[in-house]
T-cell receptor, first 110, second 111 residues
Framework: EDQVTQSPEALRLQEGESSSLNCSYT??????LFWYRQDPGKGPEFLFT???AGEEKEKERLKATLTKKESFLHITAPKPEDSATYLC???????????FGQGTTLQVKP | DSGVTQTPKHLITATGQRVTLRCSPR?????VYWYQQSLDQGLQFLIQ???????AKGNILERFSAQQFPDLHSELNLSSLELGDSALYFC??????????FGPGTRLTVL
């Protein structure tokens, strides 16, 4: 059964303190791994798609990487506005359905 | 703004009732997905439609049904509502099974 596990559940950082979020996955035939950002009461906002091991994507202070078993979302010099829940999801098979992890809630203090 | 719209934003109803949630996908997207998000279950896939046809089903209850219309908008129907159905319901759309873009959601409260 396809499964996604994210760690840590919660992360508190000081502004400027870089860190990484982990997403471990078990899937038969990965078609894509997705990172989303979700603010309270809002819909998930698409960040990145990674398709194969070794791939990396960057956007502002965020960088996502992928291996055969896990993905990392690196946050460099975070700001308070980066505070949100970060969701990881995978798709497999011949449909586009996403299997989500439980998310990592990031709080960045000024 | 993802380009996906959902109505209504909030819905408060009583147990046993039936409600309809509506979703309009991004322009050009043929796939529509429905997800349920509750505090204890996280984001759970319910059902996918592609160009009017059901494409995939998740753990969707028999009391729930959906359809996609010729203009590509979709509706999720929830009937015989129970307290446990209270959740955020999201619609997402995509093109050619690439990244899914989510709408703002409908918050359903069953009293």
């Amino acid at each position: 059964e396809d499964q996604v596990t994210q760690s840590p559940e919660a992360l508190r950082l000081q502004e400027g303190e870089s860190s990484s979020l982990n997403c471990s996955y078990t899937v038969s035939g990965l078609r894509g791994l997705f990172w989303y950002r979700q603010d309270p009461g809002k819909g998930p906002e698409f960040l990145f798609t990674l398709y194969s091991a070794g791939e990396e994507k960057e956007k502002e202070r965020l960088k996502a990487t992928l291996t055969k078993k896990e993905s990392f979302l690196h946050i460099t010099a975070p700001k308070p506005e980066d505070s949100a829940t970060y969701l990881c999801a995978v798709s497999s098979g011949n449909t586009g359905k996403l299997i989500f992890g439980q998310g990592t809630t990031l709080q960045v203090k000024p | 703004d993802s380009g996906v719209t959902q109505t209504p934003k909030h819905l408060i109803t009583a147990t046993g009732q039936r409600v309809t949630l509506r979703c309009s996908p991004r322009s050009g997207d043929l796939s529509v997905y429905w997800y349920q998000q509750s505090l204890d279950q996280g984001l759970q896939f319910l059902i996918q439609y592609y160009n009017g046809e059901e494409r995939a089903k998740g753990n969707i209850l028999e009391r729930f049904s959906a359809q996609q219309f010729p203009d590509l908008h979709s509706e999720l129907n929830l009937s015989s509502l129970e307290l446990g159905d209270s959740a955020l319901y999201f619609c997402a759309s995509s093109s050619a099974e690439r990244a899914q873009y989510f709408g703002p959601g409908t918050r359903l409260t069953v009293l």
